[in-house]
């Protein structure tokens, strides 16, 4: 298993996946991600700061667990993003390498 995630420096996280799951009050399992993210000072208004927290988080947080699917190797990695208020708290980003791709792509982040 990797260290780190490989293509780290190519790393996309779309904005849609933070504005319409991980930080949406109403998407019904992006909203507990949601709550959880505001309690930190990071809402659908500056997603800015948990696109940059996720790519940092990309860069230099361990690969945790690797995942063989049919869409490609999926990483986990955890611990802690930078936030607003400084407190910094620990999370588990998934990032997926399409078959045929080299960039990860996030596919989801939470508490850890």
């Not at 986990?76 to 990032?95: A, F, G, K």
Request: proline share 6%; glycine share 6%; net charge neutral.
């Amino acid at each position: 298993m990797a260290n780190k995630l490989p293509n780290a420096e190519e790393a996309i996280v779309e904005s849609g996946k933070l504005i319409d799951y991980l930080l949406s009050q109403t998407h019904p399992v992006g909203m507990g991600k949601a709550k959880f993210f505001k309690a930190f000072e990071i809402t659908v208004d500056n997603f800015e700061v948990l696109e940059t927290a996720l790519l940092e988080h990309g860069l230099t947080k361990p690969v945790v667990k690797s995942t063989d699917t049919k869409f490609g190797t999926k990483f986990e990695l955890e611990c802690s993003i930078t936030t607003p208020d400084s407190r910094n708290p620990c999370i588990r980003s998934v990032w997926i390498i399409e078959t045929g791709k080299s960039a990860p792509r996030l596919v989801t982040a939470y508490p850890n």
